[in-house]
């Protein structure tokens, strides 16, 4: 069983840069991929990020790439989103998710409750 909590969301302005933290508990967060999805208003939800087991191996959604970076330490049971340049459209309810190494939400078995992040000035 793993439980997640993210943390750093907030009220940004356009072209800061972000960094969210997924807390984990659990003695078997570090043999999970961790992932990183989004979902705005009235939206479908969006892969962000997400890192493998190991933390050798990174893939990001089109919509990031070039400015989002996903890293983890497991001996601390953390991974971390770090998201620059950003945009009204990055606008969402932000999640990590421990599950499959995958862009898609169905391959993750633990989520947590989401965060807040806006975009505006």
């Known amino acids: 069983q793993v439980q997640l909590e993210e943390s750093g969301g907030g009220l940004v302005q356009p072209g800061d840069s972000l960094t969210l933290s997924c807390a984990a508990s659990?003695?078997?967060?570090?043999?999970?991929?961790v992932g990183w999805f989004r979902q705005a208003s009235g939206k479908e939800r969006e892969f962000v990020g997400a890192i493998a087991w190991s933390g050798y191996s990174t893939r990001y959604g089109d919509s990031v790439r070039g400015r989002c970076t996903v890293s983890r330490d497991n001996a601390k049971n953390v991974a971390s989103l770090q998201l620059r340049d950003l945009r009204p459209e990055d606008t969402a309810v932000y999640y990590c998710a421990a599950g499959g190494y995958d862009n898609h939400p169905g391959s993750y078995t633990y989520w947590g409750q989401g965060t807040q992040v806006t975009v505006s000035s």
């Open positions: 659990g003695p078997t967060f570090s043999t999970y991929a």
